[in-house]
């Protein structure tokens, strides 16, 4: 890799729009620098459900155990403190330096919009040119520098104007757009739904807020003022515009980028960075929006990604029905390469780890990971493509490489997780592409590949079952050569080609044995016969128990010499286990024999007669001859 330097970006953003501008922010900057790789390790959404992971998930960041990188910047909303704080104690723990971007982690620098005089002039505004006495405030739950700086604008902003703080108007959240069910109940349930405004720290909560109130009948701004800090292009798609705090996430991402390069190069830089942000004033707040131009701009890109997004899920949706039914992990690559080219991603891995392939075939030899680990010390690439390389097909290589290539200046990796129903498969690489995929159906590609892997597992299993009902059903359960149901099952391979052989064999003198010895006695007979004729024949004839002491054997066997001496073997076989067992009676078979040749083409039915009829012959001469003997 020469002096090629690795910087990873580990985030967790709430929204895909957030990560892009970060990602592509950070890789442009390293770019001009020169020289630089930039992985994106992201599980790109922890808030899409109502509620985060618990705890934290830091099973999903693994890859920083598999890897050395020369510096990491941690951005987005990474889902609590105990994830945050256990990302850190691995960075350290391999002296990584790392720069947080809008969250704190104890004696890490950190880089964030000055968020306290922002809240203080929106604080400000609200009450001075609206009049707002009750005012509520909605931060999030995770350690982040924004919701610290601005609860503490908000206490002095109440204070500087005389208005009483009120603790329950304090109301802390996931980030999510489901979000805004639970406040509206949170306010009523508190008897704090008397607010003259709401100030959200998150964009994406005051939409969610704003689309609850919506179906409840309360307009925004006549009924109530909403405004947000960490505005974002989501926020102009709806009406009305929300008043704002710009958070220029792409420069706080130049920024840090520079910082870390700094902390790289053995230079001390300052624990706290500030960029500063503007204010725009919406509609939200009862305000002339001053974003309206801007706003509909951003509206007629939303309009043109929506016919790309349409386009893209319909390509999903065709390759997901194809998905649900591979019965194989070269089916399931080949429609995954398939999908991901028509929705244009041209250069992607698909990373399984080696364990869980055999979880995913049901191997019987199959045992987990251990205990608080995800990744084992080989990865698979299932499939996969890339211009460097070509395509890849279950091309294994050791997880501390993370991707199937070389690095090169300039490239950009991004890493998502393969899961499915808490289970960590493996991750999805992208190369070079700034989140192909539209924003918003990522959720759905990656739902179609998880659930695909999940169902080929499933298949497998099935595919297990049936093998196992096959056994039972068409095996002799005393013998354990097959019976007549895989006759009908298998006799087809033989009979189709019209060049093959059948063998009629029947036990001599059963009945005998059964009346001087006992049934068991006769049932011992007969398996030992026919182990003997399993051992005698090839692993490509098929061996049938026909009757009670008949078997038939399907073969490929066209020398009448080779029936011959296998007749010969086989009684030689059961006279020696018969003194080695020290058996009462004598065992011994009666064996004919038909053949259908190309030049004299018979039916199955046509042969089996024939040779039936050539047993019986054999059994009479086998007779007379033992009656001479005597």
Not at 420 to 426: A, Q, S, V
């Amino acid at each position: 890799m020469g002096n090629l330097k690795r910087i990873a970006l580990i985030t967790s953003a709430s929204n895909f729009e957030r990560q892009k501008n970060i990602a592509t922010s950070m890789h442009r900057t390293l770019k001009s620098m020169g020289g630089y790789v930039l992985y994106v390790i992201s599980n790109f959404g922890i808030f899409l459900d109502d509620k985060p992971i618990p705890y934290g998930d830091t099973t999903i960041y693994d890859l920083i155990d598999y890897t050395m990188f020369d510096g990491c910047v941690i951005g987005g909303n990474i889902g609590s403190h105990p994830l945050l704080a256990s990302i850190a104690k691995k960075l350290r723990k391999k002296n990584i330096p790392f720069i947080t971007v809008n969250i704190q982690t104890e004696g890490a620098p950190f880089l964030s919009l000055d968020s306290y005089p922002t809240a203080c002039k929106l604080m400000e505004h609200l009450i001075e040119t609206h009049d707002c006495k009750k005012i509520n405030l909605v931060l999030t739950s995770i350690k982040e520098v924004i919701s610290m700086e601005t609860l503490t604008a908000y206490q002095d902003t109440l204070k500087k104007y005389g208005l009483p703080y009120e603790e329950d108007r304090i109301i802390y959240c996931p980030i999510s757009v489901n979000s805004g069910r639970g406040l509206y109940q949170t306010f009523c349930d508190n008897h704090v739904d008397d607010a003259d405004a709401v100030l959200c720290v998150q964009d994406i909560v005051a939409i969610g807020l704003y689309l609850e109130l919506e179906k409840q009948g309360i307009k925004v701004p006549q009924d109530l003022l909403i405004c947000t800090l960490n505005r974002s292009s989501n926020s102009v798609i709806f009406r009305p515009d929300f008043t704002g705090a710009d958070r220029r996430d792409g420069l706080l991402a130049e920024k840090a980028c520079h910082l870390l390069i700094e902390m790289i190069n053995g230079n001390k830089i300052p624990l706290e960075n500030y960029s500063s942000g503007k204010i725009y004033y919406g509609e939200s707040c009862g305000c002339h929006s001053e974003y309206l131009p801007e706003s509909r701009k951003w509206h007629q890109q939303l309009i043109r990604q929506t016919a790309e997004s349409g386009r893209q899920i319909n390509y999903i949706m065709q390759f997901n029905d194809t998905l649900e039914t591979v019965t194989s992990l070269e089916e399931l690559g080949d429609n995954i390469r398939h999908m991901l080219h028509e929705i244009l991603c041209p250069e992607f891995f698909c990373c399984i780890n080696k364990q869980d392939l055999k979880y995913i075939i049901n191997d019987p030899d199959y045992e987990p990971l251990p205990e608080g680990k995800s990744l084992d010390d080989t990865l698979v690439a299932i499939t996969g493509t890339a211009d460097r390389i070509g395509t890849l097909q279950n091309f294994a290589y050791p997880t501390e490489k993370i991707v199937p290539v070389e690095e090169q200046d300039g490239d950009l990796f991004i890493l998502y997780p393969l899961r499915h129903k808490d289970k960590l498969y493996g991750y999805m690489v992208f190369l070079n592409v700034y989140l192909p995929i539209e924003a918003y159906n990522y959720r759905i590609c990656h739902e179609s590949i998880c659930s695909s892997i999940e169902n080929l597992r499933r298949q497998m299993i099935l595919r297990s079952s049936i093998k196992e009902l096959d056994k039972l059903h068409m095996r002799d359960q005393m013998t354990g050569l097959y019976n007549r149901f895989a006759l009908n099952r298998f006799a087809s391979r033989f009979v189709d080609e019209k060049v093959y052989s059948i063998a009629m064999i029947d036990m001599d003198g059963l009945k005998k044995i059964n009346d001087n010895f006992g049934h068991l006695s006769g049932n011992h007979a007969i398996c030992i016969t026919a182990n003997v004729i399993q051992e005698c024949t090839d692993e490509k004839d098929l061996v049938i128990r026909y009757g009670g002491d008949e078997f038939l054997i399907l073969s490929h066997h066209l020398e009448p010499e080779y029936w011959e001496t296998l007749r010969t073997k086989m009684n030689d076989i059961l006279t020696q286990t018969k003194k080695q067992q020290q058996l009462p009676y004598e065992l011994s078979i009666s064996l004919g024999f038909a053949i259908s040749t190309a030049e004299q083409t018979l039916t199955y039915a046509e042969t089996c007669e024939l040779a039936d009829h050539a047993m019986y012959e054999n059994k009479m001469l086998r007779k007379k001859g033992r009656e001479k003997e005597h």
